[in-house]
């Protein structure tokens, strides 16, 4: 498993150091604003067969005739450049190969102002994450993961739920979107959608049409990488209902603070894809544009030194109540990927609630764990 050790080996410091690259995916980056000052943002290993869209940062702001080059195209290619109004330079990569390859940052005269070393994995594995989980878990996500990650899937019949696909080379995470598909399967639909500037950045949006049994393959180019059972259940079946919190520690008054419906069936086991109506101190609540709303996900205000409020979240008769410290708040649910990277998007989004994620994914390479059961 890679370390944040490890990842600095692959960095390559240039001529300018105050240069820096970043990319639109949201993984633990090498070096950067978690760990000190920059080096480059970059997301690595990426994962065969992604792109990248490549930014580069504090450079002069004249910069016509300068470009990104790659001294290995056939194991990563650098085109699509585009200086922008404002004088700043992208471009898109593509993780063509297996390999190593080192992206250069040249000047209208040829001069190299900066590089860095980007390494190329096939990802030969693919996890799964339930989205609603992964939003609450905060600062408690390095040693909670598992908590996320899905053996097999429970959804609700007539519902949506929402699963994050990971990419793994080995036990080693590897980043990118738009790799695998879904195949068409009957009473199932699946979309594949994707996002960027989040720590994983691939979904899939399940809706059965009925109860039933089913087997999902992911591939990518004819390659199974993961299959996930999924069992879609009636609505009668969801007996169960808590509330789950994204912990409130470190938080600054007016903090976006998650709260998320964990239904239950009568097994025990979660239901995704439930949607809840919500009430704050016996108020119904809206999404943020005050329009009626229902979802598995509320997000409130924190109210730093406030009194309790009570949130209650119902579905169908069955209830569940938290008190919290919230000023005010707005129903949402899973299909929201962040605010600027909504099913399809292409535009980064560092949503809040993600940053401790970063860990997660990192983690979840050295293990497989079977989802807890959640109690009614």
């Known amino acids: ?18 240069i820096y690259f970043s990319d639109d995916e949201g993984g633990p980056f090498a070096s950067g604003s ?18 990248i869209a490549l930014s580069v940062h504090q450079a002069p702001k004249d910069l016509a005739g300068w470009m990104l080059v790659s001294d290995t195209p056939t194991v990563f290619s650098v085109d699509n450049q585009m200086l922008d109004a404002s004088g700043n330079l992208s471009a898109t990569g593509h993780a063509l190969a297996d390999g190593s390859a080192r992206v250069r940052l040249l000047d209208g005269s040829g001069t190299e102002r900066h590089a860095t070393a980007v390494e190329v994995r096939a990802a030969d594995t693919a996890k799964f994450y339930a989205h609603g989980d992964l939003r609450v878990l905060g600062g408690a996500a390095s040693t909670m993961y598992s908590e996320a990650e899905l053996a097999d899937a429970r959804v609700l019949a007539g519902g949506k739920a929402v699963i994050a696909v990971g990419y ?4 080693e995470r590897v980043y990118g979107h738009g790799l695998v598909t879904a195949p068409a399967i009957a009473q199932l639909a699946v979309d594949n959608e994707t996002s960027s500037g989040l720590p994983i950045n691939e979904w899939l949006f399940i809706d059965a049409a009925a109860p039933g049994t089913f087997a999902l393959p992911i591939t990518q180019n004819g390659v199974t990488l993961g299959t996930l059972p999924v069992t879609a259940v009636a609505d009668s079946d969801v007996t169960g209902l808590s509330i789950a919190a994204e912990p409130s520690a470190g ?15 009568s097994d025990g086991r979660e239901v995704l894809g439930v949607y809840c109506d919500w009430t704050l101190d016996g108020a119904a609540q809206t999404d943020d544009n005050g329009k009626p709303k229902s979802g598995d996900l509320y997000r409130y205000r924190f109210a730093k030194g406030g009194p309790m409020r009570t949130v209650v979240a119902t579905h169908h008769g069955v209830a569940a109540t938290i008190a919290v410290p919230a000023k005010d708040g707005f129903v949402n649910d899973t299909t929201y990927l962040g605010c600027s990277a909504a099913p399809g998007s292409s535009s980064p989004s560092r949503d809040g609630g993600w940053l401790a994620f970063f860990v997660v994914l990192a983690l979840a390479g050295a293990r497989s764990l079977r989802r807890a059961a959640v109690a009614p």
């Open 168 to 171: 793994f080379h080995a036990s």
């Open 34 to 51: 978690l760990f000190q000052s920059h080096a480059d943002d970059l997301s690595l290993p990426y994962a065969l067969g992604t792109r």
């Open 251 to 265: 938080k600054s008054d007016g903090d976006k603070t998650w709260l998320q419906a964990r239904a239950s069936g």
């Open 1 to 18: 498993m890679r370390s944040f050790s490890l990842l600095a080996l692959v960095l390559v410091a240039g001529c300018q150091s105050g």
